[in-house]
């Protein structure tokens, strides 16, 4: 095991440059995702930390070395595609120990090692079978159980569940969770997935085009974005963005750009005079209270209510535990907890401290 450090990296294809400078400190044993849309440069910091990408400026440390000039099988990592990559030829076992048997390592540690390793992936029954003959979920557990019988410093996952049905990828979460927490290898994981990133990480680095927008824990992120991009990408629903302004003779009122009066959080006097945006997680809105929406589209998901309504003229989503018997066009009387809300600064995206 060893810590990862990215410093001052960039990357650039030709004149156009994908990552703007980014550090990252990963410790010994962490468990950090890379989450952000599609193209804004995860997965070619995965791939430069591989040494797959040469890497334009900065360096990258695993452990104590500087890894920039290191061929990948030098850097004693192991990476788990999203394609799996199995040899259509060769066995499950085959498959797992094939690295081993091009180090020239004996047979018999090669054993001593596929075997716990299909042990702890549920694989024992399934190593004489080829990859044609395994569901996705069993070939995902094939390559990850080939990066464990490397032994690596670190564990690389470039989106592994993207192939994988939605049930699928609920369980695989875990087993790669319970996995990390029964190795203790540092593991960098990317994905487009937030939810994969809240459920599974120890640390969760934001990235937009090619740059870092937030670092921390799961809801350390949830609980307190950084910017609006943040705030707006983390959480299933998003988090509600309504345009305004805070009243000029009463601060614990926010008016929204529409009119719609709405209570604001205490302790924001540089926020009076500014354009503001008022975020608002979709279950900080409550049934019952002085705030009307009119009902748009109703969710139910069984344990809970997925409301889409419109607060004067903008669109709001909101979650409810309550059973609500509702219908498109009905107006629907809410709270907004004041304790559960952010400003942003419209100008800069940035979250105003109180």
């Not at 294809?13 to 550090?23: A, E, Q």
């Not at 994905?191 to 990133?197: L, V």
């Amino acid at each position: 095991m060893a810590s990862v450090e990215f410093d001052d990296v960039h990357k650039s294809f030709g004149k156009h440059p994908v990552i703007k400078g980014v550090s990252v400190d990963i410790e010994d044993g962490e468990f950090v995702i890379l989450v952000g849309p599609s193209g804004c440069g995860k997965s070619t910091l995965l791939r430069m930390l591989a040494g797959l990408e040469h890497i334009t400026a900065g360096e990258i440390r695993i452990g104590e070395r500087v890894v920039n000039d290191l061929r990948p099988k030098e850097r004693d990592i192991a990476m788990v595609f999203q394609n799996y990559a199995l040899y259509p030829h060769m066995t499950v076992a085959e498959n797992m120990s094939f690295s081993l048997m091009l180090a020239g390592v004996p047979k018999a540690e090669i054993l001593e090692r596929v075997k716990p390793a299909a042990e702890i992936l549920g694989l024992t029954h399934l190593l004489e079978r080829y990859p044609r003959q395994l569901s996705g979920g069993q070939r995902q557990r094939v390559a990850m159980g080939r990066a464990i019988v490397r032994d690596p410093q670190v564990f690389l996952f470039d989106e592994p569940l993207s192939n994988l049905d939605a049930k699928l990828r609920v369980s695989m979460r875990t087993e790669i969770k319970n996995l990390h927490q029964r190795l203790t290898t540092t593991t960098v994981y990317v994905t487009h997935d937030q939810i994969e990133a809240m459920t599974m990480a120890d640390k969760i680095v934001v990235m937009n085009d090619g740059l870092v927008e937030q670092i921390g824990a799961p809801l350390e992120l949830y609980d307190r974005p950084a910017n609006l991009f943040v705030a707006g990408f983390i959480g299933s629903p998003a988090m509600n963005m309504i345009k305004g302004r805070l009243d000029e003779t009463d601060p614990a009122t926010f008016i929204s750009s529409d009119g719609v009066k709405l209570p604001a959080p205490a302790g924001y006097p540089s926020a009076r005079g500014k354009d503001l945006v008022y975020g608002i997680r979709p279950e900080g809105i409550t049934p019952g209270g002085p705030v009307e929406l009119t009902v748009q589209v109703v969710e139910p998901t069984g344990a809970e209510s997925h409301i889409v309504a419109l607060l004067g003229e903008t669109q709001v989503s909101c979650v409810f535990r309550e059973r609500l018997l509702l219908h498109p066009g009905e107006r629907l009387q809410v709270s907004l907890d004041p304790g559960a809300t952010h400003l942003f600064d419209a100008a800069t995206g940035r979250r105003l401290e109180g």
